[in-house]
Every structure is written in C-alpha cells, then in structure tokens.
C-alpha cells in the first residue's frame, strides 16, 4: 500500500534498478523487518481497525437490525421470498417488498451462528475491509500514501453516522467493486487486455446488488454522467468522433445489460416501481430521520462540511483540467449529501479517490519548486523506505482479530445485545415475564426490536418498513397518534391497542395520563409502559 512521493524528479524508470539492488543488498535481520515493520497502508489499517472497534456501540442502535433478521429467518424456514406482510396486527396480508431479502438471509445465518456479536463482528469486518480498498483505490489512482490515509480516515469518521449493522454496509463493496470496473475500462480502454473487460462485470454485479440493496440504482444516473462527461471531454480536446461512438456505445450496453440484470429479483420489473414511488414520495421522507438533510450545528455535520470543500476544491480543479465526467460525479454525489445525510455513507466510495488524486497532484505542484527541495530529498527517502515494507504482520494480525470477532468471541469490544439506551431492551423483558394480552403500540423505532424480541407471538403497530407502510392508512395514522391529534385515542380504539410501549417521558404519556384510562406499569430511563384500564 505504497505511492509515489509528493514530489519526485526521479522517473520510476530510474529509481527501480536502485531498489532491486537495495533489496538483494538487504541483510536478513532487515528482510525480517521488511515483514514486521507496518508500511503506511498497514498503519492506516490498523488506525481504522481502532476507530471501528472504539465505535462498535453504533452497530446495534437500530431496531430495523431485528426485522431483518427475523425475514432471513422467515426465508430459510420457508424457502421462499415474503410476498406480504406477516409483522404487523395493522395491514396483516398486505402486499410487501422484501427487496433486500438476500442480505436478511445473511444476517439470519450470522445470528443464528454468532449471535448479535458476530453480526457486529461481521459489520467490523465488512466496513474495515471497505475502507481498505478504498485506500487502495485512491493509491492506484496516483494518490500519495500519506494523503490517502488521512482521507480514509476522514471517509471512516463521515460516515460513523450511518453505522448500523443493515444491509446498506453491503453497498460499499458493491459500488467500489462496480466504480472500479467502470474506471479500469476508462484508463485501459485504449490499452485493451483484461482490465479494458472489466466493464463488463457490471452487470453481473448488478444482479447480486439487487437481491441485496436498492442502492444499485445510484449507478444508472453515474453512467448518464459518465457518458455526458466524456461526450464533453471529448468535444474540447476535438477528438475522433468513431472513439466518442464507441465509448457511448459501451456505456449503453452496460447500462441496458445493468437494468436487464436486475430484473432477476423476486420482484422484477414491479421493484422499480416500488423504489421510484418510495423515493420519490417527499412527504415521506421528510418524515424519515436518516434522510433529513446534515445539520451543520453537530460534530458529524461539521465532518460533513469538511468533506463537502474537498469536494468543491476538486470539482473546480478537474473542471479547469476538463475532465467533466469527475466533475459531474462530485457535484451528483455533493446534491445528494446535502439533500440526505444517509448518503454520505456511499458518497465517500466515489469522490475520496477523485480528491485524494486532486491534492495530491496540488501538494507536488506546490512543494515543487527550489525552496522545498530539502524537504521533497527527505520525503522521498521516507517513502523509499516504505517501499519496502510489506506491513504483512499487521495484515495478519487485522485478519485473525477480525475472524475472531465474527465467531461470536467479542473480546469485550463489541456489543452483545441491542443498545440499551436507545431501544426498550429492558422495558421488553418486564412485559414479556407479565405476558402480553392485546395488541400493542409503540413507535417505529421501537417496532424492529420487538419483531426480534418476540415474533410470531406479537405483532406490532408499525416499524422501520415505512416503504410498507406507506401503501395504507396505517403510515398517516400512526403520524397523528404520534403527533397527539385530536383523534389519536379513537385510532388505538379501532385497532384495540392494550399496550403502549413509548419513549420514556414523550408528550403522548402525559396526555394518556391526563385521560385516565391509562396507567404506568413500568418505566426506566429508555422507556415507560402503560397499560390500559
């Protein structure tokens, strides 16, 4: 995980005879040092791994982690796909999109074999393996190591926010795998060979990320970018109009081959129509926490404004050098940040490599000149150095502690059971030794939980499906009991609700309270209960 100094007069023509020759001069107490010493890809590694592990309390902060176990499970029992609701006492037999079935079974094996902390293991892992390549993609695209590390780093810690053991972490590796096919073809196309074929994994890639997440569709406004960008870069340069044909043409066949891929889900062609209703629908989402735009006033949205300035100082850099099609891709992806914080989880995979190759070509333009010649003489022996470590020990050692960690062996750093301060854990294990009698309500954030905790036997008022909900009454209704309208107890009356498992100390308790047909039979610092008299 090496790269080239920021500033180096040498061509690499010349200094790799220098280093074969260092090499074969290297004793054998410096061969065993070449293994044990962590290179700057290794460190930058072993820095995530920490930044992970210290972190690993925000795997299981979400309840949506429980209905998806429970439909992997509901898969692998029945085998076969869920095609309506069995979850809810509100819109049992409705028709439902379980359209990330395929990561709810791999959840589903990871509990059954693991428990909750070899899913948070499994989460570890993934991010950590998908920051790894990010770095390593921002090498391969000319970064220096140094810069690279610091925005992996930065990558890791904007996205912290959206740390949740779900299957959108899949997405990561999905759009690295697919951003990498689509920039060896752009680099080595004129080269051919095996790295110009890339392209055409897409949309095998396609297919699997369909069956996994609804993320896959971010690709095809990615392709029309690269395509107009091209078109553009060409246009200035004056070149061939038969390569511009050609170039257009591959991006058409991978984008109809991509669409046709992903139609090989349970749902076919009907999942786009599902997924454009639901994110287009902006009442909807407006009401949904985790697509509300950044919030400035917070230490993630001050990350976030950060990343959002590299994104500008880049995207005005690759527009001065015309290369359009970057530019495009960095002001899609800062829309998209800006518009939903959710995003900026998949918005690092695509513009830290872009940026990361920005400054790095800035920091050698402006360490370039005579006054900066002591400093670039130093760098280059630092970085000559780390040529020659391999970082294999803490590559290992990463691997090992890793494979550990999904086992199920959580070393006391990861969580065991779901976070207490944020879902009714305890509250749950109170009602559950009384035993429920009756339907019960409880807010969405809280309804995954209980799916987990207590499905087939209960069933509840709503959950994190809110794509679900939507196509009923139910999603409008439990917004006006939340929001106490004047109507909110004759829509409990009409779903005979019993129980109320709420937030502890919301408005909705005081006001039930004050109508005195409802008591509080149990309360901690997370959670009350109240029960009907």
Request: net charge positive.
């Amino acid at each position: 995980m090496n790269a080239a100094p920021i500033s180096s007069p040498v061509s690499a023509a010349q200094t790799a005879p220098q280093h074969r020759s260092r090499r074969l001069r290297t004793a054998p107490a410096g061969n065993i040092a070449r293994w044990l010493m962590p290179s700057v890809g290794s460190l930058c590694l072993l820095l995530t791994l920490y930044l992970l592990t210290i972190s690993s309390w925000r795997f299981l902060q979400d309840s949506d982690t429980g209905w998806h176990i429970r439909t992997g499970d509901l898969i692998r029992q029945t085998g076969a796909v869920p095609r309506h609701d069995l979850f809810s006492f509100t819109m049992p037999g409705r028709e439902w999109f379980a359209w990330e079935w395929l990561a709810d079974v791999l959840m589903s094996l990871l509990h059954e074999r693991a428990g909750l902390a070899g899913l948070a293991g499994a989460t570890l892992a993934l991010l950590c393996l998908s920051y790894a390549l990010l770095f390593r993609v921002q090498i391969a695209r000319g970064a220096d190591a140094f810069v690279a590390c610091a925005l992996t780093l930065l990558a890791a810690m904007v996205s912290m926010v959206h740390w949740l053991a779900r299957p959108h972490l899949l997405s990561l590796l999905l759009l690295l795998g697919w951003c990498g096919a689509i920039e060896s073809w752009r680099r080595h196309r004129l080269d051919g060979g095996w790295r110009a074929r890339l392209v055409y994994l897409a949309p095998p890639l396609m297919a699997l990320w369909a069956n996994l997440h609804g993320a896959f569709a971010v690709t095809f406004p990615m392709l029309a970018i690269y395509a107009a960008g091209e078109t553009l870069e060409f246009i200035s340069r004056r070149e061939q109009s038969r390569e511009l044909r050609r170039v257009i043409g591959t991006y058409l066949i991978v984008g109809l081959s991509s669409a046709a891929a992903t139609l090989v889900t349970p749902y076919g062609f009907r999942l786009y129509g599902h997924l454009w209703r639901y994110l287009t629908d902006r009442e909807l989402l407006a009401r949904i926490q985790e697509f509300q735009s950044p919030d400035f006033h917070t230490v993630d949205g001050k990350l976030i404004e950060i990343l959002l300035v590299l994104m500008a100082l880049a995207g005005v850099r690759a527009a001065w050098q015309r290369r359009f099609a970057e530019t495009g891709l960095l002001l899609f992806w800062a829309h998209l940040v800006l518009q939903s914080e959710r995003h900026v989880t998949l918005a690092v995979i695509v513009v830290m490599p872009i940026i990361a190759e920005q400054v790095t070509a800035l920091l050698r333009e402006s360490l370039s000149g005579e006054r900066w010649q002591s400093v670039t003489a130093w760098y280059r022996g630092i970085m000559a150095i780390d040529r020659q470590l391999t970082g294999a020990l803490a590559y290992l050692g990463t691997t090992a502690f890793l494979l550990v960690l999904m086992s199920g062996r959580n070393l006391n750093v990861l969580p065991t059971r779901f976070d207490e301060r944020r879902l009714p854990v305890a509250a749950a294990e109170f009602v559950a030794a009384r035993g429920w009698q009756g339907n019960v309500y409880a807010p969405d954030q809280f309804g995954g939980y209980l799916i987990y905790r207590f499905f087939p036997q209960l069933k509840v008022f709503v959950d994190g499906r809110s794509d679900f909900y939507r196509t009923g009454p139910v999603f409008d209704e439990y917004l006006r009991v939340l929001t106490i309208k004047p109507d909110w107890a004759e829509i409990l009356d009409r779903y005979d609700v019993r129980w109320m498992l709420l937030r502890r100390d919301e408005p909705l308790v005081t006001v039930a309270l004050a109508t005195g047909r409802w008591s509080v039979i149990y309360q901690d610092s997370t959670a009350q209960v109240l029960l009907r008299k």
